[in-house]
T-cell receptor, first 115, second 112 residues
Framework: GENVEQHPSTLSVQEGDSAVIKCTYSDSASNYFPWYKQELGKRPQLIIDIRSNVGEKKDQRIAVTLNKTAKHFSLHITETQPEDSAVYFCAASVLGSGNTGKLIFGQGTTLQVKP | KAGVTQTPRYLIKTRGQQVTLSCSPISGHRSVSWYQQTPGQGLQFLFEYFSETQRNKGNFPGRFSGRQFSNSRSEMNVSTLELGDSALYLC???????????FGPGTRLTVT
């Protein structure tokens, strides 16, 4: 069935350290993998995404890697800062009815960056 | 471009009542998806509309329904409210189903 597993559920790091969040998806047809950041009381914001024809994508301090064979993808944040503290969600597209797509989200990771 | 907007932002209802939430997508976006967010449950997919047609549906009871208008604005309706329906309801719009989605601020529904 459609499922996205996300680990860890909570992550605490010191400012300046790196943080890694991992997700595993079940649908081998998934071809789009976005990551969202949700600060307390705010809407989820798209921070980076990757498509299945790419193995890695970087944007300043954040990067995402995709392993299609193992069906997992990861978010890497380097040189973490207190403002990186938030809940992070991964998602994977799955085929819906009529060959359309929908996003299935992981359970979220609460990242705390300690100054 | 203006972002995704949702109204109302907060709502308090009692059990058994019904509620209608509204979502206006980014201009030009024809896909609107709805999610329920509760603590510990992440973002649960409710349904998706594209060009006034429901394309995909999540695993929610029939009390949850929606529709989309010709201007792509979407409404979600929950009938016979239960305490467990208390949640943040988010909508997200995109150009194409299952791709880059942009979220609205959500409607916080409290059922007492």
């Amino acid at each position: 069935g459609e499922n996205v597993e996300q680990h860890p559920s909570t992550l605490s790091v010191q400012e300046g350290d790196s943080a890694v969040i991992k997700c595993t998806y079940s649908d081998s047809a998934s071809n789009y993998f976005p990551w969202y950041k949700q600060e307390l009381g705010k809407r989820p914001q798209l921070i980076i995404d990757i498509r299945s024809n790419v193995g890695e994508k970087k944007d300043q301090r954040i990067a995402v890697t995709l392993n299609k064979t193992a069906k997992h993808f990861s978010l890497h944040i380097t040189e973490t800062q207190p403002e990186d503290s938030a809940v992070y969600f991964c998602a994977a597209s799955v085929l819906g009815s009529g060959n359309t797509g929908k996003l299935i989200f992981g359970q979220g990771t609460t990242l705390q960056v300690k100054p | 471009k203006a972002g995704v907007t949702q109204t109302p932002r907060y709502l308090i209802k009692t059990r058994g009542q019904q509620v209608t939430l509204s979502c206006s997508p980014i201009s030009g976006h024809r896909s609107v998806s709805w999610y329920q967010q509760t603590p510990g449950q992440g973002l649960q997919f409710l349904f998706e509309y594209f060009s006034e047609t429901q394309r995909n549906k999540g695993n929610f009871p029939g009390r949850f329904s929606g529709r989309q208008f010709s201007n792509s604005r979407s409404e979600m309706n929950v009938s016979t409210l239960e305490l467990g329906d208390s949640a943040l309801y988010l909508c997200a719009s995109s150009l194409v189903s299952g791709n880059e989605q942009y979220f609205g601020p959500g409607t916080r529904l409290t059922v007492t």
